[in-house]
């Protein structure tokens, strides 16, 4: 009974303030929240210190304190909730870069798998700095790395979201992963 309709329907209505149409979304969109947490999951490495339920409390945290938005459809609030959920990756990535730096210690790495998540954290810093330079010249091709490879939102959900055909989508995608490519192999 969870239709794209329906969700939409109780989206609009909380946030026109009904508390009793969050009370029944919340579970309808909880399984979609925890998709979109496994997908982020397993661009990370294995033994990542973040686990999904955790990815997904924060982002759903995150979601709960938008007061401001007018949700759109379904698609607008994935959209949201992959954004709430890179940046709380993100920050994570940087707390744990910055406790690793020992506050101006000597990093001595113990082992392999403490390489490759510093690596791993470095590399999702860097594109999260090249993804920001983007939105500065185009915005809409940012939001659609961030809906597709963030967000594992197809094209047609990735369109829905941004309200653009999904043609253009495919066009945003694939240039804006060619200039992302360029400019995070031009700050190595």
């Known amino acids: 009974m969870d239709s794209p309709s329906e969700i939409t329907d109780l989206l609009i209505r909380w946030g026109n303030g009904d508390q009793a149409a969050f009370e029944k979304l919340a579970p309808l969109v909880e399984r979609k929240l925890?998709?979109?947490a496994h997908y982020y999951m397993l661009r990370e490495n294995p033994g990542h210190t973040l686990q999904t339920t955790a990815l997904v409390n924060e982002a759903y945290l995150r979601l709960i304190d938008?007061?401001?938005?007018?949700?759109?459809?379904r698609a607008h609030f994935y959209g949201i909730a992959a954004r709430m959920m890179r940046r709380v990756l993100l920050n994570h990535a940087r707390d744990q870069k910055r406790a690793k730096r020992g506050g101006g210690a000597v990093h001595v790495s113990l082992s392999v798998a403490d390489v490759v998540s510093d690596e791993r954290a470095v590399e999702l810093v860097a594109l999260d700095d090249a993804l920001n330079r983007l939105a500065?010249?185009?915005?809409?091709?940012?939001q659609v790395v961030e809906l597709r490879y963030f967000g594992g939102l197809s094209v047609?959900?990735?369109a829905e979201v941004l309200n653009v055909s999904p043609i253009t989508v495919t066009r945003d995608w694939n240039m804006a992963r060619a200039w992302l490519?360029?400019?995070?192999a031009d700050g190595a």
Do not use: G
């Open 34 to 36: 925890h998709e979109l």
């Open 66 to 73: 938008q007061k401001r938005v007018r949700w759109q459809n």
């Open 136 to 142: 500065q010249i185009d915005e809409r091709k940012s």
């Open 156 to 158: 047609e959900e990735t």
């Open 181 to 184: 490519a360029r400019e995070i």
